[in-house]
């Protein structure tokens, strides 16, 4: 399978809109068929939806500033995205590395992340 462009974007949207407006459900249901999810290297993967769900659970209570996405590359199934997260005491700065399945369901969620306190 080939992701393009306009498929990520379309991906990443629903991400930050879901992110943006709190809603786990929709969020952690575009993980549904991830096997592999990794918040930051230094963590262990999460393996199963729940796991997933259970850690999307704390964007509850976040104060959202921004959210930004920018597709750095895309290789057949393999998505590689530049991203920006900012509450009130925060900004974090990391990449995606993200798989899809032909059906453009997310396969495997590695994040690399620095915050930087402001």
């Not at 459900?25 to 993980?31: D, M, W």
Request: aromatic residues 16%; charged residues 30%; negative net charge.
């Amino acid at each position: 399978m080939n992701v393009t462009r306009k498929q990520g974007n379309i991906w990443l949207n629903k991400l930050k809109e879901y992110w943006w407006n709190k809603e786990v459900k929709n969020a952690s249901q575009l993980f549904k068929k991830t096997t592999f999810y990794q918040e930051t290297p230094f963590d262990n993967p999460y393996t199963t939806y729940d796991e997933i769900k259970e850690e999307w659970k704390h964007i509850e209570d976040q104060e959202i500033k921004k959210i930004e996405f920018s597709i750095l590359a895309i290789e057949k199934n393999t998505m590689i995205v530049h991203w920006n997260f900012e509450n009130n005491t925060t900004l974090f700065d990391g990449i995606y590395e993200i798989k899809f399945n032909k059906d453009m369901e997310c396969i495997y969620f590695k994040s690399w992340e620095m915050a930087n306190k402001e």
